[in-house]
């Protein structure tokens, strides 16, 4: 009955996409090569959906979300995909009909459909120009940097920072009006207006990572990105900031793509999750699903790479080894040197991102374990992925 | 080392003498005087810690920044000078002045810091690092010993093979290689504790267990007591035997992990709890995150409030917590806490109905697709 229920919420957000990401290829042109930091990755984001990237530092999860927003400088290029950005007509706060800012620029959009409304047109955002780019950002897609302490300005007051914004990006507003919205938004997250005429250092860790929240809703985006906002910050502290995460989510309808190493943060946060490895998904699902029935090796030691306050201690052990220089990534599936159940075709072909589960089309594992023409034995259960990956670590401790 | 692994007492055993005896210390931080006449000021970061570090025993100081955790790691390591208390290694209080006195100190006890990142000298190498401590401590007489002992060292962290490790630059290394490195030069002068101030926070969750694993296996291979300070309650329960709790400076809660962390009964303990990450507490049916039952932060400790510091932010404050800090109650296990809600003072084994933030919910159980196999499955490749 609860999966007849999730599954009907999967069909709704099918029809409801915000964000494709098609066949993304992002690398870095360094001296001593190449570095693949992005691969081939397609990925969709619905709207109101909150999309966690996991992975270990090095995998590609932050890359992949500045290509998403365009934030990439050289040596950094984008070599190859497009990002689908689907704008809608949206109400504003006043009542007033807003057309997305995207799509006031006149020019043609990339792919038409012409059976749905107008607004449905989705715009290529490798594809803006400058100006389109300008306002499409914070508009439509704020980010949240990783380190509260370092993303604010520290010689200008938190209210004014938030005016800067609304200055650049709307200025038939008036300062009156301006004040009147950087109070709400102070509001909005929690903080005691009167504390707009603060200075950032004199403001909690916790607080200064609310007013950062504050300034990427200033314009009310679709979309927001959020670099592991919560690393610098205390176990409880990092609980509010997400449960006000949450709660905002349900009061305006923004989407979020949730970036971090933390997987078990993650797993109560997200409703999908992508596990990036080497620059590459290697699972996407639903968090529920991801938890309850991981699929690929790599996924099942994430999700026992951390002690958990529950039941008796037990040994954990994690993954042993690291992630690959992604200058000369393992040819076939990048995690073969680490994986406990490599076999012959691992090393060979690439595995391709499919279901693995008929009956839980959400989930995508790129994994030969699922192939049944590569590997007849079938699907590995549980108990296995937990002994293979036991006697994996006996065997690097004796080494 | 065989003959190491043999004096192993089984982790739950309680050795009966420990190692390192902290009593009532407390420390202030005095403020400049704005006013010449005014009353001194002074930041209250700790006060009145008793606890005891045992051989073999890992004890966890579990609290959020602020709490003066790793103010106590640094007056034991005697980077800060207590304001009063006492500090009694193997039995002796340890001597408070003198620069020969901190040196064979520092023999004995050695820290780790929380950011291998800065806690290295980017100009010197892995080799230099370790040499150090070898040199300062008198270890090795020679060259050809020195270079034998860091092999050793680097080994005994898992920086295999040594060999390469030895030339290399802090910047060549991984945090977690860092961490090991920095390890290795607290193990170099050969302590018999070891104080970790938060020795995984800044690594990536999938190293941080190698790191726990590493030092795990120090501390039973080579019966080093350990304090392990962190945030993380998960892994105090992984790691230690011993878990005491601190909120603001005070030790609101202590005793054996396993008791403190599936039973807790401080309020604070209980609020931590209640926001360390489950995932076991996912429900496929319900979105959200639920609530916290306590909001804000810790207090000024400059002008800290009056008895349990806890009381603005705790949900069952009652008058008397304003008025003065609660004496320690036993509530059985060798479990303790500063808590009016469990009495005040001596043994309360007869617990009142409480209260429980942190209610653990019926461990859910998996529904076991995984062992399903797949019937129809995408035999697409890509080479």
Redesign the interface.
């Known amino acids: 009955m609860a999966e007849a229920l999730l599954n009907g919420n999967r069909a709704e957000a099918q029809t409801n996409t915000l964000l494709e990401v098609k066949h993304l290829s992002v690398d870095y042109l360094a001296a001593s090569g190449v570095v693949h930091a992005v691969n081939d990755v397609s990925i969709t984001l619905a709207r109101g959906e909150i999309l966690g990237l996991a992975g270990e530092s090095g995998c590609g999860k932050s890359t992949l979300a500045y290509a998403i927003a365009r934030l990439l400088r050289p040596p950094a290029l984008i070599t190859e995909g497009e990002v689908l950005y689907y704008p809608r007509t949206r109400v504003d706060e006043a009542g007033v009909q807003r057309v997305s800012t995207v799509s006031m620029h006149k020019r043609e959009p990339r792919v038409q459909n012409l059976d749905i409304d107008e607004a449905e047109e989705a715009v290529d955002i490798m594809k803006m120009g400058a100006a389109e780019l300008r306002a499409f950002r914070w508009t439509e897609l704020a980010i949240v940097f990783q380190s509260a302490m370092n993303a604010l300005n520290p010689v200008m007051k938190i209210g004014t920072q938030i005016m800067d914004v609304l200055q650049a990006h709307r200025p038939e507003m008036g300062p009156d009006a301006r004040r009147q919205r950087a109070l709400e938004l102070l509001r909005l997250v929690g903080i005691a207006p009167d504390r707009i005429n603060s200075y950032p250092h004199e403001l909690s860790g916790g607080m200064r990572q609310r007013a950062i929240i504050a300034i990427a809703l200033a314009l009310s985006p679709e979309i927001i990105i959020m670099d592991e906002p919560t690393t610098a910050l205390d176990v409880v502290m990092q609980r509010e900031i997400l449960i006000e995460i949450t709660r905002l989510r349900e009061q305006l309808g923004f989407s979020v793509i949730f970036i971090t190493h933390d997987l078990s943060l993650l797993l109560e946060l997200a409703d999908k999750i992508a596990i990036m490895y080497a620059g590459r998904i290697v699972e996407q699902g639903s968090s529920f699903d991801l938890y309850d029935h991981p699929r690929h090796p790599y996924s099942y030691g994430l999700l026992h790479s951390f002690p958990t306050i529950r039941g008796p201690r037990r040994n954990v052990t994690g993954i042993p080894g690291s992630p690959p220089d992604l200058r000369a990534v393992p040819t076939g599936c990048a995690f073969n040197p680490r994986c406990p159940f490599a076999f012959a075709p691992c090393t060979g072909t690439l595995p391709t991102l499919s279901v693995a589960d008929p009956e839980i089309s959400e989930q995508l594992v790129a994994c030969h374990l699922y192939n049944p023409e590569l590997h007849p034995a079938g699907a590995p259960v549980e108990e296995e992925f937990a002994e293979r990956y036991a006697s994996l670590s006996e065997r690097s401790k004796a080494s | 080392m065989n003959a190491l692994d043999q004096l192993q007492t089984p982790s739950d055993a309680r050795p009966d003498t420990p190692i390192m005896e902290i009593e009532h210390l407390r420390k202030l931080f005095p403020l400049r005087q704005i006013n010449v006449f005014g009353p001194r000021r002074a930041v209250h970061a700790v006060e009145d810690s008793s606890f005891a570090l045992y051989p073999g025993r890992a004890t966890a100081l579990v609290g959020?920044?602020g709490s003066g955790k790793t103010t106590i790691a640094r007056m034991l390591a005697r980077l800060y000078d207590p304001t009063s208390g006492t500090i009694l290694f193997q039995g002796q209080p340890v001597k408070m002045t003198g620069g020969n006195a901190l040196r064979e100190y520092r023999h004995h006890v050695q820290l780790v810091f929380q950011d291998p990142f800065s806690s290295l000298n980017p100009v010197h190498s892995v080799e230099y690092h370790l040499s150090r401590p070898l040199r300062v401590y008198g270890h090795v007489h020679n060259k050809r010993e020195e270079t034998e002992q860091i092999l050793s060292l680097l080994n005994r962290v898992s920086l295999t093979p040594a060999e390469q490790f030895i030339q290399k630059f802090p910047h060549q290394l991984?945090?977690?290689q860092r961490q090991r490195v920095a390890i290795a030069r607290a193990l170099a002068a050969r302590p018999e504790v070891l104080l970790a101030d938060e020795p995984v926070s800044m690594l990536?969750?999938?190293?941080?267990?190698?790191i726990?694993?590493l030092l795990l296996r120090l501390k039973r291979e080579e019966h080093l007591a350990l304090l392990y300070i962190t945030?993380?309650?998960?892994?105090a329960?992984?790691?230690a035997e011993e878990t005491l709790v601190m909120y603001a400076g005070q030790m609101v809660e202590g005793g054996p992990s396993?008791e403190v962390?599936q039973r807790p009964k401080h309020p604070y303990t209980q609020?931590?709890?209640?926001?360390?990450?489950?995932?076991?507490?996912?429900d496929?049916?319900q979105?959200?995150?639920?609530?916290?039952s306590a909001?804000g932060?810790i207090p000024s400790l400059i002008n800290p409030p009056t008895g349990c510091r806890f009381h603005p932010r705790c949900p069952y404050a009652m008058p008397i917590c304003k008025e003065r800090f609660p004496q320690r109650t036993d509530v059985g296990n060798g479990h303790w806490t500063h808590c009016f809600y469990y009495g005040d003072g001596g043994a309360n084994l007869e617990q009142p109905p409480l209260l429980n933030l942190a209610t653990?919910p019926a461990?859910r159980r998996?529904?076991?697709?995984?062992?399903?196999?797949?019937?129809?499955?995408?035999?697409?490749?890509?080479?």
């Open positions: 959020e920044s991984s945090g977690g990536d969750v999938s190293i941080r267990l190698d726990l694993n945030h993380d309650i998960a892994s329960l992984y790691f396993q962390i609020l931590l709890l209640s926001a360390a990450p489950d995932p076991d507490r996912m496929p049916n979105k959200g995150l639920g609530t916290l909001r932060e653990p461990p998996r529904t076991g697709r995984a062992q399903r196999k797949p019937e129809t499955p995408d035999t697409k490749e890509n080479a």
